[in-house]
């Protein structure tokens, strides 16, 4: 059992000094409520520290408060902004949002000018998978069977739900198991 009495000064420390890590961590604990009472608000202004101290996990944290209005108002062109600066520092997590973001018809209309785009969605889905992302190999086979900006393709699809199954995405399992 881990002891967050303990760790939790430490973490302050860290973060006091300057430390982009412990900033992320501890903005980690108050994102979700772990030994200290969920405050979303403390939560993104510790990951927005560590983002401007380089933190990618940072960065992509930021993108997911914005796109859930949780500690901020919901605002999809913010979360693209994080997500961007995430993606661009390699974090695959973000390079997958960032694809989530041009392929979900819902969330494009929240973003002013922001138009569906299965090409960069694709761009973007095939560079986290690239990273290792297990949820955009998914999302790449997705694509591929439903021949959205692609055409469509079972055989593909069957190849990228199995990498995704492979590196442990479940969803990605089931997905593989319908196309049998």
């Given amino acids: 059992m881990k002891d967050y009495a303990k760790a939790l000064p430490l973490l302050q420390n860290a973060a006091d000094a300057g430390n982009a890590s ?10 979700i409520g ?3 009472g969920r405050d979303f608000a403390k939560a993104r202004e510790l990951y927005q520290k560590a983002a401007h101290a380089g933190n990618t996990n940072a960065m992509f944290n930021l993108g ?5 209005g949780r500690g901020v108002a919901k605002d999809y062109a913010k979360a693209r902004e994080w997500y961007q600066k995430g993606a661009d520092a390699g974090n695959q997590d973000a390079m997958n949002n960032l694809g989530a973001l041009y392929h979900l018809p819902l969330i494009q209309l929240h973003i002013k000018g922001a138009v569906r785009d299965f090409a960069k969605a694709r761009e973007w889905y095939q560079k986290a998978a690239d990273a290792g ?5 998914y999302n790449m086979g997705r694509l ?5 900006g692609v055409d469509r393709d079972r055989a593909k699809a069957r190849e ?3 990498k995704g199954a492979d590196a442990g995405n479940a969803t990605a399992k089931e997905a593989l198991s319908f196309l049998q």
């Fill in 64 to 68: 997911v408060l914005y796109a859930s």
């Fill in 22 to 31: 412990a900033m992320f961590q501890l903005g980690s604990l108050y994102h």
């Fill in 133 to 137: 992302s297990a949820i955009a190999m």
């Fill in 160 to 162: 990228w739900y199995q």
């Fill in 34 to 36: 772990v030994g200290v």
């Fill in 144 to 148: 591929y069977q439903h021949g959205w």
